[in-house]
């Protein structure tokens, strides 16, 4: 296990987010420019992210694994649900409820995922981590725009209202996949250049969010600390519980025990801001979690997968 890579990656996502954090607090960045970052990330980078990602060779051969890996992807997903769910009892009546259990169903997938999971299991998981990532956005944009609107009163759950651009791009992305369908090139590295521009310009936005809190409220938090301690360590060993009573494949059991102890998702701050959520808290979130998995990523790598 190449724990030299992990540091590195955590590294990169803390200097993106300073970037963000010293451009805000220099006048670089105001709120009418993050909410306008915001609404580009959503409607174009995110798209432009999953519907290149899922450009990938179909191989007939590997077909039970894709299906194997989806599945275990959905039952992780309904056990993260589960834990959250359970956690609601604890916090009871806090009008942040719903971000908190944002923040303990998903994970940093994408931008710490992959590279953390090629320094763990090795270069051929990341085709798997791929796979396993495709139900992340419906998820995302199901459950996960449900949590962030349980404080509005107004809110209510409809087909129509999870019809958004990252759907549409995940919806487009998997019918380009199934019927093996290339894109032109022309059109592929657009999408790829668009899509490489949504971590960096999410931890900036993330970082302009933080600096209109006082960070030392992300320090005092003690319901981060609990979230964080559940994301981080709970979340992942439950999973590696359930699944190695059925799994014997390292790499379909790896796979989802390395992305469920990622830090909480990257794009956190910008569904809150999104939805009117606590988006200062998500920022607090995002940071608080990432310091924190520096640790817990290499425990999780050597007590369950080694």
């Known amino acids: 296990m190449d724990f030299n890579n992990i540091f590195i990656q955590i590294t ?28 580009l ?16 060779e179909f191989n007939p051969s590997l077909l039970g694994d894709i299906i194997s890996l989806i599945i275990i992807s959905i039952l992780m997903y309904s056990t993260t649900i589960l834990i959250a769910f359970l956690f609601k009892f604890f916090i009871k009546g806090d009008k942040d409820c719903g971000l908190y259990q944002y923040i303990i169903v998903f994970s940093n997938v994408g931008f710490m995922g992959y590279p953390v999971i090629e320094a763990v299991l090795g270069k051929e998981a ?37 019809i958004s ?21 022309p059109i592929f590295n657009t999408l790829d250049m ?5 971590t960096p310009l999410s931890m900036i936005v993330i970082g302009s969010l933080l600096a209109s809190s006082p960070i030392k409220e992300t320090f005092i938090n003690k319901k981060l600390y609990i979230v964080s301690f ?35 998702a990257s794009n956190t701050a910008i569904m809150a801001k999104s939805y009117d959520a606590n988006d200062q ?25 080694s």
């Open 126 to 162: 990341i085709f798997f981590t791929a796979i396993f990532n495709l139900p992340f956005n419906f998820f995302v944009f199901t459950v996960g725009t449900y949590l962030l609107n349980k404080h509005n009163s107004e809110y209510k759950f409809s087909i129509k209202s999870i």
């Open 12 to 39: 990169v996502l803390f200097l993106l987010i300073l970037v963000g954090y010293i451009s805000s607090f220099k006048g670089l960045i105001d709120k009418h420019t993050t909410s306008g970052l915001t609404k």
């Open 230 to 264: 559940i994301r981080l360590l709970v979340v992942p060993s439950v999973v590696y519980f359930l699944l190695s009573l059925y799994i014997k494949n390292p790499l379909l059991l790896g796979v989802p025990v390395v992305i469920s102890a990622m830090p909480a």
């Open 165 to 185: 651009p990252p759907i549409i791009g995940v919806l487009t992305g998997l019918s380009l996949f199934l019927l093996r369908i290339k894109l032109p090139l």
């Open 281 to 305: 808290l998500a920022s607090q979130a995002v940071f608080l979690t990432t310091l924190i998995s520096i640790v817990t990523i290499p425990i999780i790598s050597i007590v369950l997968l």
């Open 41 to 56: 990330i959503m409607g174009l980078f995110l798209p432009s992210m999953i519907i290149s990602a899922m450009q990938m």
């Open 194 to 198: 668009l899509g490489s521009i949504t």
